[in-house]
């Protein structure tokens, strides 16, 4: 969203951006161009979690977040930390504006700010509440992705060396969002500690109550929260027109807590729906 002229950014990586990013580095991979059918293809075999800031290389400690009464607060090893605190060690800007070339001066309106999560740790050194950042290191994303059995050869021959580098987000001309590849593990037993189900053709996630939700999840009574719109636009593959394509789902914030326990299956982009 945008507040003044700061374009804000959120903490976490959608599946929307990882599917867009990881189609464009599969087709260009294969060089054949044919982005709707790698897109098709990425969307039905390969499911993915939404993908969340951690401190540590071995992805063993991300920060999810989690809906207090008090505010939304980020949970690391059962630490409760604010959200301005994360915030503080997570997020950077870059300011710009236009040139009038006339006045040689800013051209009016032209000011803005674009808010990013830094690949650096913050500059000065944090400790709250048992929570301890030290400053200038790497900062890691952590997720997990779920591959069907019949996934095609032409995606699931280089699925790994697309993912060993990718550009997600906004700004991407400014060189914004590149992604390296740090570690991949074969198998996991669990997903952010949620016992994951495969069933017909998509995965599925327990949660218990009292636990948050850690995608945004199509409206259910049962939860605590705020809604929030998901809005989502496409190339149309008839006409070819631009973001012609259009979706809206009134959906629940990552960090919604349940009232009673829920499985969840995870959708084409990521959107978690709950079953019955």
């Not at 982005?35 to 993908?51: E, M, P, Q």
């Not at 915030?87 to 800013?106: F, H, N, Q, V």
């Not at 996934?151 to 060396?161: A, F, N, Y």
């Not at 496409?234 to 807590?257: A, Y």
Request: with cysteine.
């Amino acid at each position: 969203m945008k507040i003044g002229n700061i374009q804000r950014t959120r903490l976490y990586v959608t599946v929307r951006m990882l599917w867009g990013a990881l189609s464009a580095r599969i087709t260009r991979i294969i060089g054949n161009n044919d982005y709707v059918d790698i897109s098709d293809k990425v969307k039905n075999y390969l499911r993915t979690t939404y993908f969340y800031p951690c401190f540590d290389a071995s992805g063993d400690k991300p920060l999810l977040p989690f809906y207090e009464p008090k505010g939304l607060t980020y949970k690391v090893d059962s630490i409760s930390i604010p959200a301005n605190v994360v915030e503080r060690a997570l997020l950077t800007s870059y300011a710009s504006t236009a040139i009038d070339p006339y006045r040689l001066g800013a051209e009016e309106g032209s000011l803005h700010e674009i808010e990013l999560l830094s690949h650096r740790r913050t500059v000065c050194p944090i400790q709250e509440n048992r929570f301890s950042v030290n400053s200038n290191s790497n900062v890691y994303l952590v997720g997990y992705i779920f591959e069907s059995n019949e996934t095609p050869s032409e995606i699931k021959d280089i699925r790994l060396k697309a993912l060993k580098e990718i550009q997600i987000g906004g700004e991407r001309t400014y060189g914004f969002g590149h992604l390296l590849l740090e570690s991949i593990h074969a198998e996991a037993h669990n997903v952010f500690s949620y016992k994951p189900i495969r069933e017909n053709n998509h995965p599925e996630i327990e949660l218990a109550t009292g636990k948050p939700i850690l995608a945004d999840a199509i409206t259910d009574k049962n939860l605590k929260r705020v809604t929030e719109p998901f809005v989502s636009r496409e190339t149309d593959k008839e006409t070819g027109c631009f973001g012609e394509k259009h979706s809206v789902e009134i959906c629940w914030v990552p960090s919604s807590i349940l009232n009673e326990d829920k499985t969840f299956k995870i959708t084409e982009f990521g959107l978690w729906v709950a079953i019955p």
